[in-house]
């Protein structure tokens, strides 16, 4: 009976132990083994609310060479032999095709920039007149690495859309003219657009375009504008597309100075009862429109807009640029269904063309100014963060590559103590980051 009762105790010890022991190895298993930390249900939720948000998505994702292995509606993701690397299409950036030197244009544009009077008789008679006279006196305050450059140059493009991949940025939003019309200082290039199209689609790069306002610009003209380019290039790979509220999948564009047009006019193109109107038909599109002023706020709202952007990058020069101001017209926009997409830029000095507005200038401090500027757009939690800009050298903002240089007549300023790609590598370090504060709203 001893004997009994001591293989009895011997098992219920063992039995004891194995039940412990699974009940510990249950403990140390963690979600990626198959058990979620989700209450029952909580999965299927969370799922629901990432198809609620407003996304980007492109249109016929033909890449690179590098064989992506994973592609999203936001991101292509990238393998190199070394490494890993994505671009993000909810990061978009400024670009300008204006330039143009003697080897490929038969003379230098731009960079031969006029200084542009004040408006002042009296402050314009203090400062210096005249023009730029490039290689050596460009209208910049820094100098290009490639020099100055010709927007034609096949070679320029390539290296343009190499470093805008390398900063991450999904889409290129071109400064547009409509064809035979050019702003005040250039030449026509509307010719030139098919061959950024098909620059940017090797490399994954999509195009936005962004409507300036040129002389006789109205309601009716951009009608024609809009058909105008969806026609021509809404079926090449690089044309950049925007899920909507309602899910539907449709142009992006930007209006520059759109509060040149009254809201009344912009209504006949944009609200569904409008006398000309966009909505419903094969030109249809996502309309984003300049916020300067904060009265703007409403008059985009009345014009039928779909959203508003700040382009400019010198904190403080208007209520749209002022980072303060920023949380106070996403509330807005969330109130009324609109985007709000805040400009990000990593610097401003215009003085090189504007030599009489030193005030607005904004010192990069070595990148610390980007830095803030783009943890302010991040903390509003938009959709879309735009760069201003990858080369708009007049206004000081470009992040494209710039080295030191010293002539005669000018000093230059430049990126040092750091390399040529300083804010193509911050560009790429926000995006990610960016991209990652994303998924934590949606938890």
Known sequence: ??????????????????????????????????????????????????????????????????????????????TKSDRDYSIFYDVQIFYYLWYGNPQMDGKYI?????????????IAASHAKGRHTPPEDIASSFYPELGPYSSRDPTVLESH??????????????????????????????????????????????????????????????????????DKYGNHGAFYRFRSTTGRILPLFYVYDSYLTPPDAWAELLHPAGAHTLRGTPYDGVFLALVVEERHKHDILAGGFDGMYTYFASNGFSFGS??????????????????????????????????????????????RYYETSLQA???????????????????GTQIEKAVPRKTVTRLYLDYQPHRSDLYLELTRKWAEHFNKEKDKWLM
């Open 1 to 78: 009976m001893t004997r009994l009762r001591k293989k009895a105790f011997i098992a219920l010890f063992l039995f004891t132990l194995f039940i412990f022991g699974t009940m510990m190895g249950l403990r140390t298993l963690k979600p990626s083994d198959g058990f979620s930390d989700l209450a029952p249900g909580m999965g299927e939720f969370v799922g629901e609310r990432g198809g609620d948000r407003r996304r980007p998505v492109s249109n016929d994702m033909v890449v690179s060479p590098g064989q992506p292995h994973l592609a999203s509606d936001t991101k292509v993701v990238f």
């Open 322 to 367: 002022s980072h303060q101001n920023w949380k106070a017209v996403k509330d807005f926009c969330d109130g009324n269904n609109l985007l709000f997409v805040p400009s990000a830029g990593p610097g401003y000095v215009d003085t090189a063309v504007r030599p009489w507005n030193n005030h607005n200038t904004r010192n990069r401090v070595n990148g």
């Open 377 to 395: 757009a991040l903390s509003v939690r938009p959709e879309i963060v735009t760069i201003t800009s990858f080369n708009e050298w007049h206004e």
């Open 161 to 230: 859309m190499s470093q805008i991949e390398a900063a991450a940025a999904g889409v290129l939003v071109l400064s547009w003219y409509p064809p035979g019309i050019a702003d005040n200082h250039g030449e026509p290039c509307e010719d030139l657009v098919p061959a950024v199209m098909d620059a940017a689609h090797r490399h994954s790069i999509k195009v936005a375009f962004h409507i300036q306002p040129y002389k006789g610009r109205t309601d009716l003209s951009m009608y024609d504008n809009i058909k105008y380019i969806i």
């Open 110 to 122: 731009h960079w031969e920039h006029v200084l542009v009077p004040h408006w002042d008789p009296k």
